[in-house]
């Protein structure tokens, strides 16, 4: 990967790009906003591994996309079938939770793989500009289908809409709008009332760092929060609807997102707040039961202890926030029961329950 810093910030940013006919993608390096704007080339498989691994690219359907890429990078270095098959087990390896990565590669996979080695990249890289193609179209229609909703419920209440998000499912984890993020920016754009309570997402401050940066972007109000006042603004009365994205839906609804949503869900029944899911449909796993099967990441306990930003001098820095020794637990990602979900947004409309989910997807073939 080669940096390329940009200068000030932009309401133009997309978090993948692949540049009409070439042989490598940029992307977004995450870990540097909100304080900088910096661009990433990817150009064999290596690199788009670790730019999924470390971080520099997350979000489920962007991880999805950046593998299908890493995939054609390989086939362009070795074609072969144990090219092939190395690559797809490297890719998949870099993170485990969301599906996304492994429903890009295997699609990609399926595509090339009966066809002579010489024309495998060239089919790869076909694969992978449609898998983000359908990404941004995906996203426009969940933000169409969520945009209705909330023209519904603005009209039902008197003043501004408050929405709570959590963590980043935004343009910056997609290909497109965003998941959660797409009905708020098109409410926004036709100039619905609209205010947004960004949850901080400790401790990567995904939520801090992703979500208030790209809403700044679009000029939409917003407010910071730390993670421990969710219940208490929805106790208050200040929040109308709680949207969050996906990494993973099981069979029975179940859904696998950012830590601290599960706790969001059981707040929002409590004080009857909808609490609606945003996702694209391959982040369904049709394959397992329930979100007892989710294999949940466990990240370093470093990101739990030190936290980065900028001093009073505008200088990166990098503190400890906790006595020397001190142990600690880092898991990414928590299962919300499908009971404590209002609805689900998706491409297809909005389905409220775990069988009018499967029933509007299945039928769809959609793995």
Not at 69 to 77: I, K, M, V, Y
Request: glycine fraction near 8%; charge should be negative.
């Amino acid at each position: 990967m080669h940096a390329r810093p940009k200068p000030g910030l932009s309401h133009d940013y997309r978090a993948l790009i692949h540049p009409a006919g070439a042989r490598f993608v940029e992307v977004l390096d995450q870990r540097a906003l909100p304080h900088a704007v910096v661009t990433l080339r990817i150009d064999d498989a290596g690199a788009a591994t670790a730019a999924i691994r470390e971080m520099v690219v997350r979000g489920a359907p962007l991880i999805g996309a950046v593998g299908a890429f890493g995939l054609a990078l390989a086939l362009d270095a070795d074609p072969s079938d144990a090219g092939l098959a190395q690559a797809h087990s490297m890719l998949d390896a870099a993170r485990p939770t969301a599906v996304n990565l492994r429903w890009a590669l295997d699609r990609v996979h399926a595509r090339v793989a009966e066809l002579p080695n010489a024309e495998r990249a060239d089919a790869a890289w076909e694969e992978a500009d449609a898998i983000s193609a359908e990404d941004i179209e995906i996203n426009a229609a969940i933000g169409r289908h969520g945009l209705a909703w909330l023209r519904d419920l603005a009209t039902r209440k008197d003043g501004v809409l408050n929405v709570m998000t959590h963590c980043n499912a935004g343009a910056l984890a997609t290909c497109g709008l965003g998941t959660a993020t797409a009905p708020l920016f098109l409410a926004h754009s036709e100039g619905l009332a609209l205010h947004v309570f960004v949850s901080e997402t400790r401790p990567r401050l995904q939520g801090a760092n992703l979500t208030a940066w790209e809403l700044s972007q679009h000029g939409i109000p917003h407010t910071l929060f730390v993670d421990g006042a969710s219940a208490l603004l929805m106790r208050r009365g200040d929040v109308d609807v709680v949207i969050v994205g996906a990494d993973r839906v099981a069979a029975n609804g179940d859904v696998c997102n950012k830590i601290g949503t599960y706790g969001k869900a059981l707040a929002a029944t409590d004080n009857a707040i909808p609490f609606f899911v945003a996702l694209p449909s391959p982040t369904i796993d049709w394959e397992l039961a329930s979100g007892d099967a989710i294999p949940i990441e466990s990240r370093a306990a470093d990101e739990v202890l030190h936290i980065a930003g900028r001093d009073h001098h505008g200088a990166a820095s990098r503190v400890t926030i906790a006595t020397s020794g001190t142990a600690a637990v880092n898991f990414a990602f928590d299962v919300t029961p499908a009971r404590l979900v209002t609805g689900y947004i998706t491409e297809r409309g909005i389905a409220v329950g775990p069988d009018a989910l499967r029933d509007m997807h299945r039928s769809g073939n959609d793995r």
